[in-house]
Structures are given as C-alpha cells and as structure tokens.
C-alpha cells in the first residue's frame, strides 16, 4: 500500500516544479492583481496572466509539439545523428532552456578557451547523464526538462575556423570534434523513430527532413493556437476590430494632431538606436524599440520577420505596458508640464462628415500601403474596419468586428502571449534588459509627445493643451483616457478625451509605418 502511494506521487507532476515556476506564480499574482483589483485593462492582462499560469505549470497537452517530421533549421553537414530507427525518443512533460548551439553553452561572455573548452564538456557529461534510457526511468532525470539530441549540424560557412572555436567531447561512447557553430536539433515529442533520412556527414539543406517521428498523440491546444501568432493571423484580426472600433473624426477635424503622434515615434528609434549599442543585433534592436509605440500587435508582427526568437519577452513587455499606461505616463506628464498648461482648454471640434470619414479610410490605406507595402495586413485591416464603421450599411459586419471577433482574438492572442512566459526563458539577463528596455521606449515616447505639444504652442494661436501629447503612443484608447484623467486633475471641467483621441490615432499609423520602415530596410 505503501509503495503503491509513492508510485503513484511519482506519477504526478510535482516534481518537475522548479524555482523559476514559483518566482512565475508571484509574477502572475501581480498582474492579477493590477487586472483585477486595480482595473489596468483587464481585457489584456486577465488572459496574459492566466497563459502565464499555464506556462509555469507541468502541463499536459497544452502546448506540447506534435511528433512529425524533424527538419534542418540550416544548410550544411550532419556532423551526427543520434537517432535510430526503430528506436525511441524522449520529450520531457517540462522542457527547460536548451542550448541552439555550442556557442550557446559557451555564452556571451569573453572567457578562456581552457573555460570554454570544461563548459562544453560539462554540458555533454550532464546530457549523457540525464538522456540515457536508464536515466528517463528516473523521475527526478526527467524533471531536468532536456529532450533527446537528434542530430548536430554543422552550417555551411567559408571562415576559417580557429581552435579556440573547436572542442572535442565524449558522447554515447564516441568522441565529437564539435565547433562553436554547430547547430543542435533537438526532439520535439517523444515516439517512435519510424525513418532516418540524414546520417553522419550528410549534407542536408535548410528544411531537409532528417528523422521522422511517430506518435498516436497529437500537439496540445495551444500549440495549434499559437499559430494564430507565428503566422500573422490575429495581429491584423486585432486591427480590424480596433479599426471599427476607432473614430477618426478627432483626426480629421485637427489634423495638427497627427505631428503629436508621429512626434511619440521618438521613443521607438531612441531604443532602437540604445538597444544597438548594449549588443543587440539590428533586428532585434528594432524589434524592441516598438516596444514603445505601445501597440502589441505591430509588435508581435515585426518580431516575428525580424527576431522570432525573442517574441515572448517582446510581446510580453508590449502588452504589459499597454496595460500599464495608468502607472508610467501620468508621472512623465505632470513633469513636463505646468499647472497652467494642464489647466488648457481647447475649443470644440468641428463635426465631421460621413463622406470625409470614408475617404480618409480609403486614402490612408492607399497612402501607407503605396509607402510601406510590408504593412499592408495591418494597415489594410484597421482601415476596412474603420471603412464598416462608418459607411453606415454594414452594422452587422462593424458590430461583430467590434465584440465577437476582437474579443475571442484578444483571448487567444493573450493567452498565447502569456503562455510563452516561462520562467526558465524570462528569468534571464536578455529577458529582463528586453523588459527595461521597453520601459525606456514606453517613456520617450510618452516625453516625445508632451514636449512636441509644448514646442507646437509656441507657434499657435490656439493653444494644444501639451497632456495630449502623451496619447501619441498608440495604446487605443487607453492612453487618451488617461490625459482626459490628467486634464480634470488639473481643471475638473476640462474635457480633452476626443481632443487626444486625435493623437492617439495617428499613434497607430505612425508605430505601423515604422514597423514597416524597419522591415523594409532591415528584413530586405
């Protein structure tokens, strides 16, 4: 009875918990609490914070990859495959942080090549401990979170390569003369070796096949869901629905505006330009500098062209700080401006037509698209939401853009974004600059549109009252809602929620053309 009880305990998941899964549990506390009882856009963080949960649990069929085929993630030689057909491999239930490649054992760091040489030997020491079919019998092995070695690649490369970049390692009972370029393609779900297509010093092409696997199991929910991410899909479901959800007729009425929203623009190539110069790669430094034009769709679809691999801290701090606009503009704004200045009262706008709404939807979608074709998706989405909207014969269509569609996109896409949030993957030193970095996008941004205001009004005779400038970044409409909040602060009876609406509008346009921008002249 006895034994039948720890058998069973053992059979639980218990032990794939870590330390990083708890310091997640905190982490998920917090958002819940901001989105619950504080009210921070609860739409976003509620689902974030729940995928989040998910993440950090050992979960079963959530977002396990289906078995399949196992390709080259690059052309060049298979320096050896590991697996056999006819045999087994092995996918834990949790899989930790595992190395893309030797240099990635090494690390960043500039370290001896006697340091370099006992860093790669521990790792394959502790591989050949922890993979070994004995090993996988053993629960606590499995709890290591390491899948099975496939194959190590080899990429085609005509540099000369130095010893300082050679190691030789004992593995499976052979000795590997490894380099520190070599590619390691890892199991993706456990099953049967049924094929082996590449041995050792083949040549094998990008997405060449190299094993195949079979399994009677198939992927877990969200691995199918993520997809809506990895291809492109909700972004611009997103902008559809904030499109039939946007009124432009601020916009239009004072076209000044628009110089607020292109002004919040700083921020972005302010981090794009910092981030280059801590050691971030041209892609990724662009991709993280979107971070500040607090819009989470153009974040994940810039991302996912330029720096795939770094879409979850990306995403992830894009709509945290969205959802955070309550906490970090209000402090920048009151610093920036004067008393007086946020006392500013702005004259009524204009009413603006029907006909002038559709042909400003139909003359910025040909605008933006003629000038950056990379983002027609999103921009061709707001628009024709923004065109159901106001044309005034396609309610049904406008009204679902508006509830049904944006609500269970905002549920996917926001689960799906919190569920890349691992603990093993975010508690990590690129993780957390990416998190701090966007914080410093999301604040230039917000100072860019005050002190644009401020600069404008030297200028006019109609004074911009400068709170407004800070709802350049395009966090619809949350960043208008809190001038409006700041504004009344100052003058209980000051209304200047449509007057910032204008401005964070052309946030929108502005943070997709620079993505665009960015694509075309760095991804090209």
């Known amino acids: 009875m006895t034994q039948s009880l720890i058998d069973l305990l053992f059979d639980t998941s218990i032990f794939y918990v870590d330390w990083r899964m708890i310091v997640m549990w905190v982490v998920v506390a917090v958002l819940m609490y901001l989105a619950v009882y504080k009210e921070f856009e609860p739409l976003l963080l509620v689902p974030i914070a729940f995928g989040a949960l998910l993440a950090n649990l050992p979960t079963e069929g959530v977002v396990n990859k289906p078995a399949g085929e196992i390709i080259s993630p690059t052309s060049g030689q298979i320096v050896r495959t590991f697996a056999k057909e006819g045999g087994k491999v092995f996918v834990p239930r949790v899989v930790k942080q595992i190395p893309v490649?030797?240099?990635?054992?090494?690390?960043?760091?500039?370290?001896?090549?006697?340091d370099a040489d006992a860093k790669v030997d521990q790792y394959f020491t502790f591989l050949e401990e922890v993979t070994s079919p004995e090993s996988r019998k053993d629960t606590f092995k499995k709890a290591k979170g390491i899948p099975d070695l496939i194959a190590i690649v080899r990429p085609d490369s005509n540099k000369v390569v130095s010893s300082e970049e050679k190691f030789k390692v004992n593995f499976r009972n052979e000795v590997l003369e490894l380099q520190k370029d070599d590619i390691f393609v890892w199991a993706q779900a456990s099953g049967d070796v049924t094929d082996v297509f590449a041995t050792n010093n083949a040549k094998v092409d990008t997405g060449e096949r190299i094993?195949?696997?079979?399994?009677?199991?198939?992927?877990?929910?969200?691995?199918?869901?993520?997809?809506g991410v990895l291809l492109e899909i909700f972004p611009p479901l997103i902008f559809l629905g904030v499109g039939a959800l946007t009124d432009f007729g601020?916009?239009?009425?004072?076209?000044?505006?628009?110089?607020?929203?292109?002004?919040?623009?700083?921020?972005?190539?302010?981090?794009?330009?910092?981030?280059?110069?801590?050691?971030?790669?041209?892609?990724?430094?662009?991709?993280?500098?979107?971070?500040?034009?607090?819009?989470?769709?153009?974040?994940?679809?810039?991302?996912?062209k330029l720096a795939p691999y770094l879409l979850a801290p990306i995403a992830v701090a894009a709509y945290s700080y969205m959802a955070l606009v309550p906490i970090i503009q209000p402090p920048i704004m009151r610093w920036l401006t004067t008393e007086s200045e946020r006392k500013i009262r702005m004259k009524s706008m204009r009413k603006v037509g029907k006909v002038e709404k559709l042909i400003f939807a139909l003359l910025i979608a040909i605008f933006c698209i003629l000038l950056v074709p990379d983002v027609s998706a999103l921009v061709g989405m707001l628009m024709l939401g923004n065109f159901l909207r106001e044309c005034g014969v396609c309610e049904r269509l406008s009204k679902a853009a508006q509830n049904e569609l944006i609500n269970i996109t905002t549920i996917f896409l926001g689960t799906s974004v919190g569920i890349t949030m691992t603990g093993d993957r975010f508690i990590r030193v690129d993780t957390l600059s990416i998190l701090a970095l966007g914080v410093v996008a999301f604040s230039f941004s917000t100072a860019a549109g005050v002190l644009m205001a401020k600069t404008m009004n030297l200028f006019l005779k109609e004074k911009i009252n400068p709170l407004i400038g800070s709802a350049g970044v395009s966090a619809v409409p949350m960043a208008a809602r809190v001038s409006q909040v700041e504004g009344q602060k100052a003058d209980p009876s000051n209304f200047l929620l449509m007057h910032a609406m204008g401005p964070n509008v052309s946030g929108v346009i502005g943070t997709a053309l620079v993505a665009g921008f960015f694509i075309a002249t760095i991804a090209h």
Do not use: C, M, W
């Open 211 to 227: 094993v195949n696997v079979y399994s009677a199991r198939t992927g877990g929910l969200y691995h199918y869901l993520q997809l």
């Open 101 to 114: 490649d030797v240099a990635d054992i090494i690390g960043k760091e500039p370290i001896s090549f006697r």
């Open 250 to 304: 601020p916009l239009i009425a004072n076209p000044k505006t628009l110089l607020l929203g292109g002004a919040a623009q700083f921020g972005v190539f302010a981090t794009f330009i910092g981030a280059y110069f801590l050691g971030f790669s041209t892609p990724e430094a662009a991709s993280i500098g979107i971070i500040g034009g607090a819009d989470g769709p153009t974040s994940i679809f810039i991302t996912n």
